[in-house]
């Protein structure tokens, strides 16, 4: 049975720089840099908060503004609590908009 998907759209994401760092930084899962991408859940429309490490990222354009990207982290929502989640994306460095699609939804211990 294949994991449920969760949609969110990025409504303020962290600068390009940060999202390479944290590609780069860190060999180990506690050194590694998270960036925050504060967003909407699109069934919902509530906000919530992901704190991810990139551990993948790809250029959509030439002009270097539109990133495809791939990662781990938490989600934070109200009344949810913390959600341990895998996630793929497409965001613009430009506008600091774009969308997540997040899987695993899994209790914080």
């Known amino acids: 049975m294949p994991e449920e998907i969760t949609k969110f759209k ?4 962290p ?3 940060d999202l390479m760092f ?9 050194t590694r840099h ?3 991408f504060h967003t909407i ?13 990139i551990d993948t990222i790809s250029r959509k354009d030439p ?5 495809d990207f791939g ?13 341990k ?13 774009g969308s997540i699609e997040a899987t695993g939804f899994g209790k914080q211990d």
């Not at 990025?10 to 994401?13: E, M, Q, Y």
């Not at 990662?71 to 959600?83: E, I, Q």
């Not at 989640?85 to 908009?97: D, H, L, M, P, R």
Request: charged share 15%; with cysteine; aromatic share 12%.
């Open 10 to 13: 990025i409504s303020d994401g």
């Open 85 to 97: 989640i895998n996630v793929t994306g497409s965001f613009s460095t430009e506008t600091q908009k």
């Open 41 to 53: 859940h699109e069934y919902y429309g509530l906000p919530a908060n992901l704190q991810i490490v």
């Open 22 to 30: 944290s590609l780069f930084y860190g060999r180990e899962e506690k």
């Open 71 to 83: 990662g781990h982290g938490f989600c934070y929502m109200r009344d949810s609590g913390v959600k």
């Open 15 to 17: 600068p390009l720089m």
């Open 34 to 36: 998270v960036v925050i």
């Open 63 to 67: 002009g270097g503004t539109q990133w």
